[in-house]
């Protein structure tokens, strides 16, 4: 399986994630079941009233971000920033808060950086960091720190989502690289726990109805990816706790497509994705792989 078969399974996985979870955003568990016993479908519906197969922000934020990076040709807060101000000018079907206020304050102080603040640990700046994890494969390991910063910080200048997206991206990149999900545990997922005991998963209670708070996302992600063996229990597991549904769906299953790659992913759900988003994720994961390896000698 080749790096870029695993980039573009990424992608599509960020987007199946969001279109799946995005039906049963904010609902519970008892709910969730009471309605659709298991939902493992891209049906749309939910409190956007979506199309099947319709994404939300998490992709089309991600989508925008991973223009800015091939346009500009590295990642860049000025660049990403005006990219996320057109997004928002473009009318997306959902926005975060925190998102919307420092965007509407970089358009006033055409500052990229949001001021710092730990009340920013939304889970916002980590849904669209699958480009940066693309762009900045086989960087220095200072080079991708700063460039998720960089991209993290137009929205949510914390260090609970900062030590999230870092985890993040390194976690898709050893997948990318074809290491196991062994190595992704003791390498990554259990560094951040002994850095920021917050976000401990193991001995605790399944996650259920996982808020947008940063911590929250990740314990029900890293749950749901490292108790179970493929992408379609993974991304069912987590989506099926309800909460921010969406989220989780698009991070769980981003991990998962770069883990178990692209035969992984069911034919239905890929079939089922809109064609347009469908052909935009693939273009730019292959891009941006593109992109890494022109860059990486340089960075
Ligand atoms: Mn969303
Ligand atoms: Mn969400």
Same mark, same amino acid.
């Given at each position: 399986?080749?790096?870029? $078969?695993r980039?573009?399974?990424a992608?599509?996985?960020l987007?199946?994630g969001d ?7 904010f609902?519970t ?6 309605? %659709? ?7 749309g519906?939910?409190w ?7 994404v939300?922000?998490?992709t089309?934020?991600s ?16 660049a ?7 997004w ?9 808060n925190t998102v919307?206020?420092n965007?509407?304050q ?6 990229p ?6 009340? $920013? *640990? ?13 762009a900045?494969?086989?960087? =220095? ?6 460039a998720?910063?960089?991209q993290?910080?137009?929205?949510h200048?914390?260090?609970? =989502?900062? *030590?999230?997206?870092e ?16 190595h992704?545990?003791?390498?990554h997922?259990?560094?951040l ?5 917050e976000?401990k ?9 996982p808020?947008? %708070?940063?911590v929250?996302?990740?314990q ?6 490292? $108790?179970t063996?493929?992408?379609?229990s ?6 099926n706790r ?9 991070? *769980?299953?981003?991990? *998962?497509g770069?883990?178990?790659?692209l ?24 891009a941006?792989i593109?992109l ?8």
């Amino acid at each position: 399986m080749t790096t870029t $078969d695993r980039a573009v399974a990424a992608y599509l996985g960020l987007a199946i994630g969001d279109a799946m979870g995005a039906t049963v955003e904010f609902m519970t568990p008892r709910e969730i079941a009471a309605k %659709y016993r298991i939902h493992d479908t891209l049906t749309g519906g939910g409190w956007l009233h979506l199309k099947p197969g319709q994404v939300t922000d998490d992709t089309t934020m991600s989508l925008a971000l991973g223009s800015s990076i091939l346009a500009h040709g590295s990642v860049d807060a000025l660049a990403a920033a005006h990219a996320f101000d057109a997004w928002m000018r473009a009318k997306p079907v959902d926005i975060g808060n925190t998102v919307r206020r420092n965007l509407l304050q970089f358009r006033n102080t055409g500052n990229p950086e949001a001021p710092c603040s730990e009340h $920013d *640990a939304g889970n916002g700046a980590l849904m669209r960091v699958l480009p940066v994890a693309l762009a900045t494969l086989n960087h =220095s390991e200072d080079a991708i720190r700063a460039a998720c910063r960089a991209q993290g910080h137009v929205t949510h200048n914390s260090s609970l =989502s900062d *030590a999230a997206c870092e985890t993040l991206v390194f976690m898709i990149q050893d997948a990318l690289l074809g290491r196991e999900k062994n190595h992704l545990l003791h390498q990554h997922a259990h560094p951040l726990v002994t850095r920021h005991p917050e976000f401990k998963f193991r001995g605790i209670r399944p996650s259920s109805n996982p808020s947008g %708070y940063v911590v929250d996302t990740v314990q029900a992600v890293f749950q749901a990816f490292f $108790d179970t063996d493929d992408f379609r229990s993974c991304l069912v597991d987590v989506v099926n706790r309800g909460g921010d549904a969406d989220t989780t769906g698009a991070i *769980a299953s981003m991990l *998962a497509g770069a883990l178990y790659g692209l035969e992984a992913i069911p034919d239905v759900w890929r079939n089922t994705l809109n064609a347009d988003i469908r052909h935009s994720c693939e273009a730019q994961a292959r891009a941006l792989i593109q992109l890494a390896d022109e860059s990486a000698k340089t960075a």
